[in-house]
Nanobody, 123 residues
Framework: QVQLVESGGGLVQAGGSLKLSCVAS????????MGWFRQAPGKEREFVAA????????YYADSVKGRFTIFRDNGANTVYLYMNSMKSEDTAVYYC????????????????WGQGTQVTVSS
């Protein structure tokens, strides 16, 4: 079992930056692939970024590539999402999730989820 708690959401202007944090507790953090997902109003939840535990492979959704950075600190049991050059379409509830799969962006493969944190980008 893994418990995940996100923080860092808020209101930011377009072009600005925000950092989300996700602290994990429970089983060994460094044996999980950690991912970020988001759900905008009226839309389905979508993949944002993931950091595979097996080989450190990192991958991003095309919509955030070059603007967002995922980083994990295994010593602190924390995964971060640095968001830069933010756009109004980044407005969503952001979720941290953990998967026992070696590499995956499929949310069906993520068994553990945080409660979500709201990010709002004003234009």
């Amino acid at each position: 079992q893994v418990q995940l708690v996100e923080s860092g959401g808020g209101l930011v202007q377009a072009g600005g930056s925000l950092k989300l944090s996700c602290v994990a507790s429970g089983r060994s953090f460094n044996t999980y692939t950690m991912g970020w997902f988001r759900q905008a109003p009226g839309k389905e939840r979508e993949f944002v970024a993931a950091f595979a535990w097996s080989d450190g492979h990192i991958y991003y959704a095309d919509s955030v590539k070059g603007r967002f950075t995922i980083f994990r600190d295994n010593g602190a049991n924390t995964v971060y999402l640095y968001m830069n050059s933010m756009k109004s379409e980044d407005t969503a509830v952001y979720y941290c999730a953990a998967s026992e799969f070696l590499r995956t962006e499929d949310q069906e493969h993520y068994a553990y989820w945080g409660q979500g944190t709201q990010v709002t980008v004003s234009s």
